[in-house]
């Protein structure tokens, strides 16, 4: 079992147009490079219903519609992963297991398949901090 | 596997915006505690020992919650429903062990709830 050193939330909102590539925010505690992601999650309404801004998640119809980029420097670690098979209620509770790295939040992205209503994406990534590993 | 060696039940009153702070009299908030997971309930999974009702299924699908050590965030505004083990096939997300600072820790209303409901949430812990 992987032991989870520490979560963060990382929303943004998700335009209709369906072939819009959103890229991550910066989110503080996930910049520098003492940081290295060990795992990440996704939500739909079902599971949050509202962002801590507000805005409505993304809902479970819609969150079909959509893929996960994730990046680390030229290097697309993870390649248009189904947001759905993120979301850790769809998938008995488990959730995926990366080898730890570094990534570049700014290059990563959810992309829409499809048209969706405007909405907010939600994913959660689980990280330690190098200089405490 | 991880073992717990103890768990307690934490309940109060959630406030229908906003954040509401955690209450500072939990056993597990000692020197010598790392906590090393928490469970989140609604109403469909349990009712405050003080008979005070607990969130509905809706709302706590508005909660998030954040938990601290003296540094900073440990747990940043993650979905109290994704702490909710009848929603996750009983898979509970098992800490790196940390010493929780109560003080800083909080559940947030990103949407107005029903009043006078309360969330509960275990902490496993192991002592030192």
């Known amino acids: ?133 | 596997m991880v073992l717990v060696s103890h768990m307690e039940l934490v309940y109060f009153p959630v406030n229908i915006t906003g954040i509401t702070p955690f209450p500072l009299e939990a056993g597990f908030a000692g020197g010598d505690v790392k906590v090393v997971g928490v469970f989140a309930y609604d109403t469909n999974t349990g009712i405050a020992p003080n008979g005070l009702a607990l969130v509905s299924q809706s709302d706590a699908a508005a909660i998030t919650v954040t938990l601290c050590d003296t540094s900073g965030q440990v747990v940043a505004e993650v979905p109290y429903r994704d702490f909710q083990r009848d929603q996750t096939a009983g898979i509970w997300y098992a800490f790196q062990p940390f010493r929780i600072d109560l003080t800083k820790c909080y559940v947030r209303a990103n949407a107005p709830l029903t009043s006078e409901r309360s969330v509960a949430l275990s902490f496993a812990f192991v002592r030192d």
């Open chain 1, 1 to 133: 079992m992987i032991l989870a050193p520490r979560m963060q939330l990382v929303y943004f909102a998700l335009p209709a147009s369906g072939t819009a590539q959103t890229p991550f925010p910066t989110v503080k505690n996930l910049l520098g490079p003492d940081v290295e992601i060990l795992g990440v999650t996704a939500y739909n309404a079902s599971q949050l219903s509202n962002a801590p801004d507000g805005s409505t998640v993304v809902s479970a119809a819609d969150s079909i519609k959509l893929t996960v980029v994730l990046q680390k420097g030229s290097d697309q670690v993870i390649q248009q992963v189904p947001y759905s098979d993120l979301i850790r209620a769809w998938n008995a509770g488990m959730w995926w297991a990366l080898r730890p790295m570094p990534l570049d939040l700014t290059k990563s992205y959810v992309k829409n398949n499809a048209a969706i209503t405007a909405s907010t994406a939600a994913l959660m990534f689980i990280y330690r901090l190098r200089s405490e590993s």
